[in-house]
């Protein structure tokens, strides 16, 4: 339990980050779902365009510290290589 004001006050910021680093991860798994689900049905310019908004999000979690860069790099190579293979 929280007794000083200064301790009160941190649980209620890390309430608010914590809400919004959720909000900010679910939005970047849904960039990269749609990325996925474009490669899949083989529609290499809507597999771009949500490409490019997934790496956008996925930079931003970075700089957040929400997802870790290594992981990052990986994921965005194997995206852009798949979308390579379907030209």
């Known amino acids: 339990m929280a007794n000083?004001?200064?301790a009160r006050k941190r649980v209620?910021?890390?309430e608010k980050?914590?809400?919004a680093n959720a909000?900010?991860?679910?939005m970047t798994r849904t960039y990269v779902k749609?990325?996925?689900n474009a490669i899949k049905s083989n529609n290499r310019e809507e597999a771009v365009k949500a490409f490019a908004k997934a790496q956008g999000a996925?930079?931003?979690s970075v700089k957040r510290g929400l997802?870790?860069?290594n992981k990052?790099?990986?994921l965005l190579s194997r995206l852009n290589a798949q979308i390579k293979a379907l030209a």
């Open 72 to 74: 990052v790099a990986r």
């Open 23 to 26: 909000s900010y991860r679910s």
């Open 12 to 14: 209620r910021q890390a």
């Open 34 to 36: 749609k990325t996925i």
């Open 58 to 60: 996925l930079d931003r």
């Open 4 to 6: 000083t004001a200064q």
């Open 17 to 19: 980050h914590n809400a």
């Open 67 to 69: 997802i870790h860069k």
